[in-house]
C-alpha cells in the first residue's frame, strides 16, 4: 500500500499489474468522435486519481474489498485521427487484454461511446454469441450516421445491432431524454429493444430493474456501457454532451447493484470531460460505479 489516499503513482484503486487479479481496468483515451465539447480522452487518468479516494476500506454493501481484486493494465495506445483505426485497435488491444489474462473481467474508461463499440466488437468474438447489453445513456445513439460519417459516438448502438454484436430483443437502452427525431429514438424498439426515458428510469426501482433484465437476457453474457451524461448535470457536469433532466448518483447505485446476480461480463464509463469537471465529482462518480461494478461481482465469485 501506498498510505494516505492521495499519496503514490495514480493507478486505479492503487492497483499494480496483476494478470493473476479477476478484473482489469483499461484505459481508452479517444474522443475524436465528439460533437459538442471535448475531453473525454483525458477520462482514464482522471478515474485513477478520482479512484484514490475509494481505497480506505471496504465496500458497504458488499464486504468486498475491490482494491485488492483490479489490476490496471494502463492505455490503449489510440492515435486521435481516424475513428475506423480507433476502432480497429481498441478491437485488437481488448482481445490481447483477455487472452494474456483469460480469467480477468475487463472493465474499460472511455473516451467518448464510439470506443464502446471496437469493445463491443471484441467481446462478440470471445463470447461466440451475440451479447445483451444494458446502455445508460441521455442519448438513444441510435442514429443512421455521424454528420455524414458511417460511424460516432451518436451511431455506436445502431451499428453493434447492425454488426451482430449484441442482440436488439435483448438490449434495454436507459434514461434518455436528448432532443432526437422519434424514428431514430424508436428504432431500438423496432428492433425488439426497449428505452425508458430519465423520468420513468427515475421511478423505476431497483428490483424492477432486475425483473426486466431477467425477462428480456436471463443468464446470456450481459454487458453494461454506462455514458456518464444519464446523469444529471448536477452530478456530473463534465461530459461532452449534458442533457439536463438526468438521474442522480443514488439512483444509478441503486440500478447497478441490482443487477449483482447476473451474467455479467465487463462494463465501461464513457464521456467523462475532465476539462468540464473542475471539482472532479464527475470522475468520481465514474470511478465509483465501476468500484462498485466490482465490489458486487466480487461478492458473487
Known amino acids: 500500500m501506498f498510505g494516505l489516499p492521495y499519496q503514490g503513482i495514480a493507478t486505479f484503486l ?7 487479479r479477476p478484473f482489469g481496468f483499461l ?8 460533437t459538442f465539447r471535448p475531453g473525454a480522452r483525458m477520462a482514464p487518468n482522471a478515474l485513477r486519481r478520482a479512484s484514490m479516494m475509494l481505497t480506505d476500506g471496504r465496500h458497504p454493501e458488499f464486504e468486498t474489498d475491490p482494491c485488492a481484486l483490479v489490476s490496471d493494465l494502463g ?9 475506423h483505426d480507433a476502432l480497429r485497435r481498441i478491437e485488437a488491444g481488448v482481445m490481447a487484454a483477455c487472452e494474456q489474462a483469460p480469467n480477468q473481467t475487463l472493465l474499460c474508461a472511455g473516451g467518448d461511446h464510439m470506443t464502446t463499440l471496437g469493445v463491443l466488437r471484441a467481446q462478440r468474438r470471445l ?8 446502455h445508460f445513456d441521455a442519448h438513444c445513439d441510435t442514429w443512421a450516421s455521424h454528420f455524414g460519417d458511417d460511424i460516432g459516438h451518436g451511431t455506436f448502438l445502431r451499428n453493434a445491432i447492425d454488426e451482430g454484436l449484441v442482440a436488439p430483443e435483448r438490449t434495454l437502452s436507459l434514461g434518455l431524454r436528448s432532443p432526437v427525431e422519434p424514428s431514430t429514438r424508436d428504432w431500438l424498439t423496432e428492433q425488439g429493444g426497449e428505452w425508458l426515458s430519465s423520468r420513468e428510469l427515475m421511478r423505476l426501482e431497483g428490483e424492477a430493474l432486475a425483473q426486466k433484465v431477467r425477462e428480456r437476457m436471463g443468464a446470456s453474457p450481459i454487458y453494461i456501457t454506462f455514458d456518464i451524461d444519464v446523469l444529471d448535470p448536477a452530478h456530473a457536469p463534465g461530459t461532452g454532451t449534458p442533457e439536463i433532466g438526468g438521474i442522480t448518483t443514488m439512483k444509478a447505485l441503486e440500478l447497478l447493484e441490482a443487477l449483482r446476480g447476473f451474467n455479467l461480463i465487463g462494463m465501461d464509463v464513457v ?25 458486487m461481482r466480487g461478492e458473487r465469485d
Open 14 to 20: 492503487k492497483a499494480p499489474q496483476d494478470s493473476s
Open 27 to 34: 484505459g481508452l483515451p479517444y474522443d475524436c468522435s465528439v
Open 75 to 83: 492505455d490503449l495506445d489510440i492515435m486521435q485521427v481516424g475513428q
Open 127 to 134: 463470447q461466440g454469441q451475440p451479447l445483451s447489453l444494458i
Open 271 to 295: 464521456e467523462v470531460s475532465p476539462p468540464y469537471d473542475p471539482q472532479e465529482i464527475t470522475s468520481l462518480a465514474a470511478a465509483t460505479l465501476l468500484w462498485t461494478f466490482i465490489a
